[in-house]
Every structure is written in structure tokens, then in C-alpha cells.
């Protein structure tokens, strides 16, 4: 990770979770992280705490509701103007809403996929906007995803979510490919873990209780810092190594 210190990493959903610990991490190596998600208020609490805990890296919050592509524009063209432009995107932030196919919420639908197939998107397409007016010819953009963008799970809850996940599985393929053509040496990476112990399947059970306990009773759930050490060991690969997939998956708890 020597190479990456000093470098500037954005983290989209960095207030909780998998994004928080990872913005963290990044500023541990020596990192400017900019974190951003719509609560800023957290972010900037963490960067506090790695403050005083004496990290070498620096911790940026910035406001930006994803789902809103003039605020993407804005916090690039901040970060462009700030700390010159991005070399590493990861793009954490992702919803779901137990929304099925058959009577599911148009909204919540649309919600999701704003936020997991757009706004990842859109990030990904500026980032590498960034890298390439700068001449940044080993950035790194790494997405986040799900074991349900390979699998479709009996779940009716979890099969729109699983739709943007299958879409986020082609879309970095996607990127992989055009870079390829583009003859640079970025690379873009999918990270696909199965149930995470964080706040996102929480809120996704919430208002279903035994659905919730029979998921966490069944499997042992991956932590945050697994993910984590899944983006370091991606980020710290050599330049002839391309790590286009990794998929994480929990283990099921003894009977």
C-alpha cells in the first residue's frame, strides 16, 4: 500500500458500516479520503477520531445525496479543485428495500436503482474522467457488491436489490473491458460479500423479525473489517495482477 500514501480515495457511503470502516482503513495507510453520504455529520466525527488517533492520512467528509447527479458533478468538481482529483473510487454506497416483484413500490425500485446502478455509475465515469485528464495511469475504481449480484436468492424481498446487484456485476466487467481499450493500466474490481454484520441487513429486516433472526441464526455474517482487508489486499496487488471479482461468502453456523 506504499504507493497509495498521499494518494486521494473517495468512498461513497462512508457514514456506516463497511464504508466507514474502509475510509478509516485508507487513512491508516496514508490515504486522503474523501467520505461522503448524505449524514455528513458522522463522517466528520470519524475523521476526529482518526485526527487524534494520529493517522497519517486525512479524512474529508463532503455532503452528497447519490441519487442526485448535480451533487455527484459538484463534490468532483470540488474534489478537482481541492486535491487535484481522485485515484482510487470506491463505490461502497448501496440500498435495498424489501420491495417484491410483484407488489413492490415503483418508488423504492427506483430508489434503488439510483443509487446501486446511477450512482455508481456516474461515479465510476468521473472518476475515470479524473484519472484521465491527470495522466493517472494506475487509479483504481473497486465496487462494492453482493453475492446476490451472481445468485438470485429464494428471497421475493431481495429479488429487485438482486437485479441492481446482477447490474453492477456487468457493469464493472463493463469497465474492465473499456479500460482495456482504452490501453490504461486502471483497473476496476468487484467485491461481492454475502451477509455483513452492519446496519444494512438490519434496516433491510426491520419490520420482519423472524426472517431477520433466521438469516443471522443460520450463518456466521462476515464484519465490516473482513470486506476491508478484501479492498487492501485488491488495492495492493501488483500492476500485472487485475483482480476483477471477489466474492465473500459466510459460513453457515454449526447445528
Not at 474492465?176 to 490501453?183: G, M, S, V, W
Request: hydrophobic letters at 40%; glycine letters at 6%; proline letters at 4%.
Amino acid at each position: 500500500m506504499e504507493r497509495w500514501r498521499g494518494r486521494v480515495a473517495l468512498v461513497t457511503g462512508a457514514s456506516v458500516g463497511i464504508g466507514a470502516a474502509i475510509a478509516v482503513e485508507l487513512v491508516r495507510l496514508g490515504m486522503k479520503v474523501v467520505g461522503c453520504a448524505r449524514d455528513v455529520g458522522k463522517i466528520q466525527k470519524l475523521a476526529a477520531e482518526c485526527q487524534s488517533a494520529g493517522h497519517p492520512g486525512v479524512l474529508v467528509p463532503f455532503k452528497c445525496d447519490l441519487t442526485n447527479e448535480e451533487e455527484i458533478l459538484a463534490m468532483f468538481a470540488a474534489i478537482k479543485e481541492q486535491h487535484r482529483g481522485v485515484d482510487v473510487c470506491i463505490n461502497n454506497a448501496g440500498l435495498a428495500h424489501p420491495e417484491p416483484l410483484l407488489s413492490g413500490k415503483t418508488s423504492s425500485w427506483k430508489n434503488m436503482m439510483d443509487v446501486n446502478v446511477f450512482g455508481l455509475s456516474i461515479c465510476a465515469r468521473e472518476a475515470y474522467q479524473s484519472m484521465k485528464e491527470r495522466h493517472v495511469d494506475d487509479g483504481h475504481i473497486i465496487n462494492i457488491n453482493s453475492v446476490c449480484g451472481h445468485h438470485v436468492m429464494p428471497h421475493a424481498d431481495l429479488h429487485f436489490y438482486t437485479a441492481t446487484k446482477f447490474a453492477v456485476t456487468a457493469l464493472t466487467e463493463g469497465l474492465r473491458q473499456e479500460l482495456r481499450a482504452e490501453n490504461t493500466h486502471i483497473r476496476a474490481t468487484s467485491i461481492s460479500p454475502s451477509l455483513v454484520k452492519t446496519e444494512f441487513p438490519l434496516r433491510l429486516y426491520s419490520n420482519n423479525p423472524d426472517i431477520k433472526a433466521r438469516v443471522f441464526s443460520a450463518y456466521k455474517p462476515l464484519e465490516a473489517k473482513d470486506v476491508v482487508n478484501a479492498v487492501i489486499y485488491v488495492l495492493s496487488a501488483p500492476p500485472h495482477v487485475q483482480i476483477g471479482e471477489v466474492q465473500m461468502l459466510a459460513t453457515e453456523q454449526k447445528s
